[in-house]
């Protein structure tokens, strides 16, 4: 059975087509990268599986089912935004992941604590956003989950902290499980993907394997993609 | 998991509110210590500035809470917190359930402490025995005890709070289902709902004094204490009846739009 299944998946706002038609699979035990330009789609498409938006029309499955309590179980979810209680401590949010989620580690949650440098009694209110952003990272990459959904980990962060936090997914992640990245920052992710999916203007343009599209297009993943969107750009004119 | 929901909805709701009532309860204290000085003027100045203070204090604790509980539940289904709220394994019901426990909660709170810090505030043999003999002279116009109106009067009191709570969350969650203008969306459904419910009441009263010649005339000219004792009972029930009916009515409706699924900005 797929991981996630998208069959005729549309979403609009205001009647302006935001996704169109996304049918797609993703398999258990793969890296996936959803790749796209800013405002291509990436974020609708991980909020309707996060059941954060509703679809205008078509369906998500995850698991063969809709998105629900259960899928909300099997799924660590890491946003764009800071999602936490500003009034929360580091240690409180831990805490309250491991009150909601069975499979949350508060063993591996403090030892990322301790390599972030985060402090665990200092206010999130007075983080800095790159500390936010750590500490929710820590806290999606504590669960044992099925399946990681990482919107942008890596926007708004410096190179030297980008390499950090891709090896706090490598290293953290269940053997088995499967992470969907959204970013528009291929080149620092590509050497991690199994997978990837283009999409553009709300449409898969693409979904192959990474090695297929390195090996076919004779370039990188990042290459192809720049390339990709001169040819759009190209053919618009 | 609603045990665990209200919970951690509290800690976030306290927290603010806990500001109210310190200020609150302070002031009272302050000002009945400058009230008992009798013969500085100055004490007696202070005394009274820091009566009107705590006075409204205790008014706007009771408004503070309401706002907050508004936000809160808006920050917490559909702002940056909704990120984390939404994708709890936990279903849309249990959460909307724990919101409007923790504002009934929290509602009876405030008002307990604002009672409290009144009676601090204002605590005298002789203001005991007017608010006693008030409410005995009430009592025995409406024929019943001084615990079973004021019993009456809190609990009409707390019925009207969580209705207009309630209201409230509705015009968010009705607000929300939009994709522009999302709080003043909030803000109109709100009001409208709140208003349809205040003339829809009116209407309901006015039928039943259609049937009632005496309810009816007691809406043209209230006259309490000349008005039949009945027909006021009357209309007290028949309000709490509808009140009731009306917060069963929002919290299933905020429910059943919730059920659809969000649209998280």
């Known amino acids: 059975m797929n991981l996630i299944e998208c069959k005729d998946l549309c979403k609009e706002f205001d009647g302006k087509p935001v996704l169109k038609n996304v049918n797609l699979k993703i398999e258990s035990g793969r890296i996936i990268g959803l790749l796209g330009k800013n405002g291509a789609g990436k974020t609708t498409l991980i909020k309707i599986i996060n059941d954060l938006l509703t679809p205008t029309s078509g369906e998500v499955l995850i698991e063969g089912k809709k998105p629900g309590v259960e899928s909300k179980a099997v799924i660590s979810y890491l946003p764009e935004r800071t999602y936490l209680n500003p009034d929360m401590t580091p240690g409180q949010a831990i805490s309250f992941f491991h009150d909601f989620y069975s499979d949350f580690d508060t063993e591996r949650a403090e030892r990322l604590l301790q390599d972030m440098n985060l402090d665990k009694n200092q206010k999130i209110s007075k983080m800095s956003k790159g500390m936010r952003e750590k500490l929710q990272l820590l806290l999606v990459m504590s669960r044992d989950a099925r399946l990681y959904v990482l919107d942008e980990p890596l926007g708004g962060v410096d190179p030297a902290t980008r390499d950090y936090i891709l090896d706090t997914i490598l290293s953290n992640f269940k053997e088995g499980a499967s992470i969907l990245i959204s970013t528009h920052l291929i080149s620092d992710i590509e050497r991690i993907l199994d997978d990837v999916i283009f999409i553009d203007e709300g449409e898969i343009a693409l979904s192959v394997s990474a090695d297929e599209l390195r090996v076919n297009e004779n370039e990188s993943i990042d290459e192809y993609f720049r390339r990709y969107y001169d040819v759009r750009k190209t053919d618009k004119i | ?265």
């Open chain 2, 1 to 265: 998991m609603l045990g665990k929901l209200i919970k951690y909805d509290l800690k976030g709701i306290i927290r603010p509110l806990s500001v109210f009532y310190i200020l609150g309860v302070t002031f009272s204290v302050l000002a009945r210590i400058f009230n008992e000085v009798q013969n500085s003027i100055i004490f007696q100045v202070v005394g009274k500035i820091t009566t009107v203070i705590a006075t409204c204090i205790i008014i706007s604790s009771l408004l503070f809470c309401l706002v907050q509980l508004w936000a809160r539940f808006e920050r917490g289904l559909f702002k940056d917190e909704a990120y984390l709220t939404h994708t709890l394994p936990v279903k849309i019901q249990t959460i909307y359930a724990s919101k409007c426990i923790v504002g009934l909660i929290s509602t009876v709170t405030t008002m307990v402490i604002a009672l409290l810090s009144l009676f601090i505030g204002y605590y005298s043999e002789e203001n005991l025995q007017a608010v006693r003999s008030s409410l005995e002279l009430t009592a025995g116009i409406y024929d019943t005890t001084v615990v079973r109106l004021l019993l009456l009067v809190a609990f009409v009191s707390l019925l009207e709070a969580v209705f207009i709570m309630l209201v409230g969350y509705a015009g968010i969650v009705l607000g929300y289902r939009s994709n522009k203008n999302k709080n003043i969306r909030s803000v109109t459904i709100g009001v409208g709902l709140y208003l349809a419910m205040q003339v829809l009441t009116l209407g309901i009263v006015f039928v039943i004094g259609l049937f009632q010649p005496e309810v009816m005339n007691l809406i043209k000219t209230v006259n309490f204490g000349m008005d039949p004792v009945w027909a006021i009972k009357l209309l007290m029930y028949a309000g709490i009846g509808i009140y009731i009916v009306y917060s069963i009515g929002y919290y299933i409706l905020g429910e059943k739009v919730l059920e659809k699924g969000v649209n998280v900005d």
